[in-house]
């Protein structure tokens, strides 16, 4: 039998991606991939696994699911995000760290906190096949990931390993601080001179809102409106994920992950690479202040944002298995409910 | 020709040559694009071109932009010429009423005859300036002046794949069901685009698309061989 996660209730919105598929702008094909790559990869860095292994990516509301293998290394990564054991007594086992899972388990992915979304990893992946290269779902399109859609109740997620690997537990000893407050930083351009003095100037000087209208193709932002100079239309050009076009209406539209990959209204600015994480994970209402850097310090802050990822990683300290293998057991058998899992 | 650089952060490098959708401009882009791709400069992720630019996603933790930009530099003056094969599809179309929604009120809107506006558009051999906006778009131009109008005033929700559409100076087909405010004369029976296919869009930018006018009947043939993956688009090698 074909080992799996079993989906019991989908969550919000939640899909298989890796870190993107690239190669295939020039046919219009976005790049999708995790919103979040920060919270991506720490998953699969807990996990054991590459930083491309497909993970999944759980918008706003987690999914329930169910082992269906002999066992299975688990960890999330993301907010507050952690996975609850479902049963008799519900038991939280954490986040930001691995563990162990079994056979007919079932656990929720609960709580993401201030964040818009959470990686849940498995050792060795998931096993879907690469669509044009990249694992990544892009929903709009039908196609990449598990059928090219949000999983559904009743899928079964296939797994590439049967059963955990021998290994000790790795863990944060705390969650990475939230980022709801941070600056994003943003380069002007491509098509500053599109706006009025008086626009550059409000981008970086007053707050913005993450608007309701948000998926993975991008947010609108609620604040002050932003004026053209002249024309709101350009001639189509090519779109970076971080972008910031304006329409006519004036209201901004930040480009994520599954944008377009040409557009024709003016782009004020562009949000820095090593930023793009922190807006994937803001959610509808969250505060947005911009702050302008020039592309060398873009460039110099992506290496440093690469070195704390790298230095977060050291950082993982072994921890104690979640109630070990036979607790583990004893409690599928409801012998037992609640043991002290006291590292959980 | 004088090139501008623009930045988009630190993801990306915009080669622009102009401001308009113009055949000299986009053979400078089309080029430029090949001579990128041929290099394969370190840590370019990709490149996109566009009517008039040439984008140029890269890795800032692999390159930088002013090393980027100092070899597209040099890529530009490089008189090399890459030869990439540019192919002429002959794409069938049925322009009958139940496959052109729109093709009465483009005829009001430009003052022609229905007739007289399928005989322009199926009368023009199209170059293909880009792919955009969904997988597999294909903007080609240009249309006959007679045939320019702006988008419609009230975009559709859905558009079904096929669709063969104009605004302003261009003709497009719809390759997914997608949302869309151009005007739909016609359709076509073909796939244009294909995860299982190497590229996965079927026109290339630089390529040059004809029309072909099929009725009702043939329509359903052919779209029944494509859905049967038995049908291929005709084409042919164009000289460089």
């Given at each position: 039998?074909?080992?799996?996660?079993k989906?019991?209730?989908?969550?919000?919105?939640?899909t298989v991606?890796?870190l993107?598929?690239?190669?295939?702008?020039?046919?219009?094909?976005?790049?999708?991939?995790?919103?979040?790559?920060?919270?991506?990869?720490f998953a699969?860095r807990?996990?054991?696994?590459?930083?491309?292994?497909p993970t999944?990516?759980?918008?706003?509301?987690?999914p329930?699911?169910?082992v269906?293998a002999?066992?299975?290394?688990v960890?999330v990564?993301g907010g507050?995000?952690?996975?609850?054991?479902?049963?008799?007594?519900?038991?939280?086992l954490?986040?930001?760290?691995?563990m162990?899972?079994h056979?007919n388990?079932?656990?929720r992915v609960?709580?993401?906190g201030?964040?818009?979304?959470?990686?849940?990893a498995?050792?060795?992946?998931?096993?879907?096949?690469?669509?044009?290269?990249?694992a990544?779902?892009?929903?709009?399109?039908?196609?990449?990931?598990?059928?090219?859609r949000?999983?559904?109740?009743?899928?079964?997620v296939?797994l590439?390993?049967?059963?955990?690997?021998?290994?000790?537990?790795?863990?944060l000893?705390?969650?990475?601080?939230?980022?709801?407050?941070q600056?994003?930083?943003?380069?002007?351009?491509p098509?500053?001179?599109?706006?009025?003095?008086?626009a550059?100037?409000?981008l970086?000087?007053e707050?913005?809102?993450?608007?309701?209208?948000?998926?993975?193709?991008?947010?609108?932002l609620?604040?002050?409106?932003?004026?053209?100079?002249?024309?709101?239309?350009?001639v189509s050009d090519?779109i970076?994920?971080?972008?910031?076009?304006?329409?006519g209406s004036?209201q901004?539209?930040?480009l994520?992950?599954?944008?377009?990959?040409?557009?024709?209204?003016?782009k004020?600015a562009?949000?820095i690479?090593?930023?793009i994480?922190v807006?994937?994970r803001?959610?509808p209402?969250d505060p947005?202040r911009f702050?302008?850097?020039?592309?060398?310090?873009?460039?110099?802050?992506?290496?440093?944002?690469?070195?704390?990822?790298?230095?977060?990683?050291?950082?993982?300290a072994?921890?104690?298995?979640v109630?070990?293998?036979?607790?583990?057991r004893?409690?599928?058998?409801?012998?037992?409910?609640?043991?002290?899992f006291?590292d959980? | 020709?004088?090139v501008?650089f623009l930045?988009?952060?630190d993801s990306?490098?915009?080669?622009e040559f102009?401001?308009?959708?113009?055949r000299?401009?986009s053979d400078?882009?089309?080029?430029?694009?090949?001579?990128?791709?041929?290099?394969a400069?370190?840590?370019?992720?990709?490149?996109?071109p566009?009517?008039?630019s040439l984008?140029?996603?890269?890795d800032p933790?692999r390159?930088?932009?002013?090393?980027?930009?100092?070899a597209?530099?040099?890529?530009?003056?490089s008189?090399?010429?890459?030869?990439?094969?540019?192919?002429?599809?002959?794409?069938?179309?049925?322009?009958?009423?139940?496959?052109?929604?729109?093709l009465?009120?483009?005829?009001?809107a430009t003052?022609?005859?229905?007739?007289?506006v399928?005989?322009?558009?199926?009368?023009t051999?199209?170059?293909?300036?880009?792919?955009?906006?969904?997988?597999?778009?294909?903007?080609?131009?240009?249309?006959?002046?007679?045939?320019?109008?702006?988008?419609?005033?009230?975009?559709r929700?859905h558009?079904?794949?096929g669709s063969?559409?104009i605004?302003?100076?261009q003709?497009?087909?719809?390759?997914?069901?997608s949302p869309?405010?151009?005007?739909?004369?016609?359709?076509t029976?073909?796939?244009l685009?294909?995860v299982?296919a190497?590229p996965?869009?079927?026109?290339a930018?630089?390529?040059?698309?004809?029309?072909?006018?099929?009725d009702?009947?043939?329509?359903a043939?052919?779209?029944?061989?494509?859905?049967?993956?038995?049908?291929?688009?005709?084409?042919?090698e164009?000289a460089?």
């Amino acid at each position: 039998m074909t080992s799996a996660l079993k989906v019991v209730a989908a969550g919000l919105h939640t899909t298989v991606q890796d870190l993107g598929r690239y190669g295939y702008q020039a046919s219009g094909v976005p790049v999708s991939g995790a919103l979040d790559a920060f919270g991506h990869r720490f998953a699969n860095r807990l996990a054991g696994n590459a930083d491309n292994a497909p993970t999944l990516e759980i918008l706003f509301h987690g999914p329930t699911l169910e082992v269906q293998a002999d066992s299975v290394r688990v960890a999330v990564a993301g907010g507050e995000a952690e996975i609850e054991l479902l049963g008799d007594r519900p038991l939280s086992l954490g986040g930001w760290r691995s563990m162990v899972l079994h056979r007919n388990q079932v656990f929720r992915v609960s709580g993401l906190g201030d964040a818009a979304c959470c990686y849940l990893a498995v050792e060795g992946g998931f096993a879907v096949e690469p669509c044009l290269g990249s694992a990544s779902t892009y929903a709009r399109g039908g196609f990449g990931g598990f059928e090219g859609r949000a999983l559904q109740a009743g899928d079964l997620v296939p797994l590439v390993r049967d059963h955990a690997s021998d290994r000790a537990e790795l863990g944060l000893a705390e969650p990475p601080p939230s980022t709801r407050e941070q600056p994003i930083r943003l380069v002007l351009g491509p098509q500053q001179d599109y706006f009025t003095d008086a626009a550059l100037e409000r981008l970086v000087r007053e707050q913005f809102s993450v608007s309701k209208h948000a998926d993975r193709m991008g947010m609108r932002l609620d604040g002050p409106t932003l004026a053209h100079r002249d024309s709101y239309n350009i001639v189509s050009d090519g779109i970076a994920t971080g972008a910031i076009q304006v329409p006519g209406s004036g209201q901004p539209i930040l480009l994520l992950v599954d944008h377009q990959t040409t557009g024709g209204y003016p782009k004020i600015a562009t949000v820095i690479a090593a930023d793009i994480p922190v807006v994937g994970r803001r959610k509808p209402g969250d505060p947005i202040r911009f702050a302008a850097v020039d592309v060398p310090e873009a460039e110099r802050l992506r290496r440093e944002a690469e070195a704390e990822f790298e230095v977060l990683v050291a950082r993982l300290a072994p921890v104690k298995p979640v109630g070990g293998l036979d607790a583990a057991r004893l409690f599928d058998m409801n012998l037992i409910s609640g043991v002290v899992f006291d590292d959980a | 020709m004088a090139v501008k650089f623009l930045a988009s952060a630190d993801s990306a490098v915009i080669v622009e040559f102009g401001d308009r959708a113009d055949r000299a401009i986009s053979d400078q882009v089309l080029a430029l694009g090949d001579r990128v791709r041929a290099l394969a400069i370190a840590g370019v992720v990709e490149v996109v071109p566009t009517f008039r630019s040439l984008m140029v996603h890269y890795d800032p933790l692999r390159t930088s932009a002013q090393d980027l930009i100092a070899a597209i530099e040099k890529a530009l003056a490089s008189q090399s010429v890459f030869d990439r094969k540019r192919r002429l599809w002959r794409v069938p179309i049925c322009y009958e009423r139940d496959f052109a929604p729109d093709l009465e009120s483009v005829a009001r809107a430009t003052k022609l005859a229905t007739d007289e506006v399928v005989r322009l558009h199926a009368g023009t051999r199209y170059h293909v300036y880009m792919i955009g906006f969904v997988p597999g778009f294909p903007y080609m131009g240009d249309l006959a002046d007679a045939l320019v109008l702006p988008r419609r005033v009230d975009p559709r929700i859905h558009v079904p794949p096929g669709s063969v559409s104009i605004a302003t100076t261009q003709t497009a087909i719809y390759p997914l069901d997608s949302p869309g405010g151009w005007h739909l004369i016609g359709t076509t029976p073909i796939q244009l685009f294909d995860v299982h296919a190497e590229p996965p869009a079927l026109f290339a930018p630089g390529d040059a698309v004809e029309f072909e006018p099929i009725d009702a009947r043939a329509f359903a043939q052919i779209r029944a061989a494509t859905e049967r993956r038995d049908y291929r688009v005709e084409s042919t090698e164009l000289a460089a």
